[in-house]
Every structure is written in C-alpha cells, then in structure tokens.
C-alpha cells in the first residue's frame, strides 16, 4: 500500500505534544513495517532539515513543498487546490511517480483538500477549543474555524483520539458515529525512556536551569488552559515558601502568557525556567519533590505520564482524560478550579512525606509499539 503522512507538525524544533505523537508514533511504525511505502509530506519556505528525523528506511520517502504556508493554506481552504494532486506533481520533480494513494494519514488537524476518493485518517487530540474558547487567542479561534475540525472529523475515513473521553466528546459535540473513531492510547516517548536511565548530574541541572534545592514542577506549555495562574494562587496562598519549598514552571511560550509571566514573577518563590531540552526532562522530574499539573482540559496529557514513569508523587486534575490517563496510580485529583483544594493538597503531600514508586505498568498499558501494531491492522 501507498500511504502518506502529513507532517507538517515536525517542522518545528520545539516539540510539543503534537509534534511528540507524530514523530513517536511514526517511528514506531516504520520499526515494524517494511512493506507499505510511506510518503512524508511536509511544506516549508525555508528549510527546515534540520528538524526532521532521519528515517532512511527504502520505504520512507520524504516529499517537500517550498509554497509560502499562507499561500497553501489560503488554496487549500479556497479548494482550489488538492494536497494529493500537489504532493504527485512534486514526486514527478523528485523523478518518482505513485499512481495510487490508499491512505492519506494526517496526525493533527490542520488545512487540507483532498480527492473525495481518498480515504483520510484522521487524529484529533482533544477539543479544547469547543470548551475553553477563553483561554485561545483569537488568532487561534479564527485558525480553528477556517479548518473545520468537525467537518474534517465526519469526511474522515477513521477518526483517531489518544483518549476514551476524546472519543466522548467527538460523540456528544459533533455527532461522529462512535464505530468510525479508534482510541489509540500514545506512549511514552523512548528517548525520554533512555534519558530516564541516566544518572543524575543534579548540580550540572541547577545551574543550568537555576533550580531551588527543594521544589514542585510543572511542565507545559505556557497558556491558559494549563491554569499555571491557579497554580501558582494557590501555591502563593500556602506556607510552603516559609519551607523554602519553591515551585518552578517549565515549558515553552505559547500564546496569552503575558499574565502568567507577570504573575510568576511578582511572586516570591516561583521560578520559571523556560523550554527544557528533551535529555534534561527525565533529570528534572527526578529531581522534583512533587509534580503538579491542574489543566483545565486535555485530550491526553503526556506530562503527568512522563511524571509518573520517572516515579514522583503527582497531583492532576480531576477533569476531562487525565483521571483515565492515571487509573491504577496512587495520584491526587483535585478540581482544578479550586483553589484552596489544590493548596491544601500540595501541603499534605508535603506534611505526610508522600512517595512514589515506579510502576512498570505505566510502559504495558502506554507502549507505542502497541498503537502502531493496531494501527496497521486497521489498514
């Protein structure tokens, strides 16, 4: 079979949950199967190489469009036109030729017109957007509707989600038949499984990163849906601090942060440390005494899973896929919008002197090999 993957969302050095499903999820795939060709498509300007994983297996073709990202979206919205006619034409430069597409894969929603003959597989992580239209700027919210997340959702051939509740919502909001969507639950990422296995450079760590000595993380991406502004109220209401126990915010800028940057730094014992490079995460973690992540909504949350492999206690929110995600691990939900049931508790976490021991059961039920084995059964 001739399958191609849309992987536009590699194309940024700065991974983030979406481009850590894509890339982990392919690799797995191209381990396990050396008979169906793969096209990788990707469009960019300028070259982005350098972001791109290496695959040089024979059956994986890398296939690069140089149009402006406006342009192509702006024809592809327009319909004037197809992405599968587009990525032909360019194998015919590439001096290759592919008469037939059985699938076209795309691992994140994005702008597309494809032939109506095609059969389209279609991952949707969540629809943050649907619930929490506040917490996404409005340069989102336009992106959002121009792409038309539910109308791409009912033209797929197969819907996949990373999560039972993410099928749930699909369900209740757009109405998708339940047998045309798969769960497919992600892993965790092998290289943060190698760098777990590293000893600790803890000092090497804190001075690159300018770390407390004693302190609560959390890990993600700098916006309001990650309600950082009611961690870090609740953190200040607590007498932690008074303990010389910091909270340290790590994670990427992502869009409304100018509050939460503000706030963290009008408050004492609150550091932010910025983007934290892949072989660091699994150290930190370690390091950490408490991992807190009291998102408002997710379709997965790899954080908190990543959390609870490097064996750390966890406090998350009781909301949409997390109390799915961390069935079966001694965690602490609370309700996110509760202020002082999150502060109360991060300060018995520290007054009972909580730990946490490593599972092995975290890597059985979240393996990617697993999801790339189901996967190519679907195909």
């Given at each position: 079979?001739?399958?191609?993957i849309?992987?536009?969302s590699l194309?940024?050095k ?15 795939i191209f ?5 169906n060709?793969y ?9 982005v ?10 059956n ?6 140089r ?14 036109l ?18 037939k597409?059985?699938?076209w894969?795309s691992?994140n929603?994005?702008f ?8 389209h597989?279609?991952?949707i ?5 649907e619930?929490?239209p506040?917490?996404?700027?409005r ?18 051939h197969?819907?996949l989600v990373p ?7 699909l369900?209740?909001?757009y109405?998708l038949n339940p ?5 497919l639950?992600?892993g ?11 000893n600790?450079d ?10 407390p000595?004693k ?5 993600g991406?700098?916006?309001p849906?990650?309600n950082i502004?009611?961690?870090?109220e609740a ?7 008074k303990?010389?126990?910091h ?9 409304k ?6 706030t963290?730094d009008?408050t004492r ?7 934290v ?41 009781n ?16 309700n996110?919008?509760?202020?002082m ?7 018995n ?8 021991n490593f ?7 979240f393996?990617?090999?697993?999801s790339?084995?189901?996967f190519?059964?679907?195909l």
């Amino acid at each position: 079979m001739n399958i191609v993957i849309d992987i536009r969302s590699l194309t940024d050095k700065k991974r983030t949950g979406v481009g850590e499903y894509t890339y982990e999820f392919l690799d797995s795939i191209f381990a396990l199967d050396k008979s169906n060709n793969y096209f990788l498509f990707y469009n960019s300007f300028q070259d982005v190489g350098d972001c791109l994983s290496n695959w040089s297996q024979e059956n994986v073709c890398f296939v690069r469009t140089r149009l402006p990202n406006k342009i192509l979206n702006l024809l592809l919205w327009w319909k004037f036109l197809k992405l599968d006619n587009l990525l032909k034409r360019q194998l015919k430069k590439q001096n290759l030729s592919l008469n037939k597409i059985d699938y076209w894969f795309s691992p994140n929603i994005n702008f597309i017109n494809l032939s109506k003959d095609l059969k389209h597989i279609l991952t949707i992580h969540d629809l943050s957007f649907e619930f929490l239209p506040k917490c996404f700027s409005r340069k989102m919210l336009l992106w959002h509707k121009l792409i038309k997340p539910q109308t791409q959702s009912h033209y797929a051939h197969l819907v996949l989600v990373p999560s039972q509740n993410t099928k749930d919502d699909l369900v209740d909001i757009y109405h998708l038949n339940p047998n045309s969507i798969k769960v497919l639950y992600p892993g965790i990422s092998k290289t943060f499984l190698n760098f777990l296995k590293n000893n600790i450079d803890a000092e090497f760590l804190q001075k690159k990163y300018n770390l407390p000595k004693k302190f609560i993380l959390f890990l993600g991406t700098l916006e309001p849906r990650k309600n950082i502004l009611g961690l870090v109220e609740a953190y200040r209401k607590s007498n932690l601090i008074k303990k010389h126990i910091h909270l340290v915010i790590a994670g990427s800028r992502g869009w409304k942060y100018d509050k939460i940057i503000s706030t963290i730094d009008k408050t004492r014992g609150v550091n932010y440390i910025g983007y934290v490079d892949a072989e660091d995460k699994p150290a930190l973690y370690k390091m950490s005494d408490l991992f807190v992540y009291p998102s408002l909504y997710e379709g997965f949350g790899f954080p908190v899973l990543e959390a609870i492999s490097s064996g750390i206690s966890v406090i998350t929110s009781n909301r949409s896929s997390l109390p799915e995600i961390v069935s079966g691990h001694k965690v602490t939900l609370v309700n996110p919008h509760n202020t002082m049931e999150l502060k109360n508790a991060m300060s018995n976490h520290f007054r009972k002197k909580e730990k946490t021991n490593f599972s092995h059961e975290v890597f059985v039920n979240f393996d990617w090999s697993n999801s790339a084995k189901e996967f190519l059964a679907m195909l």
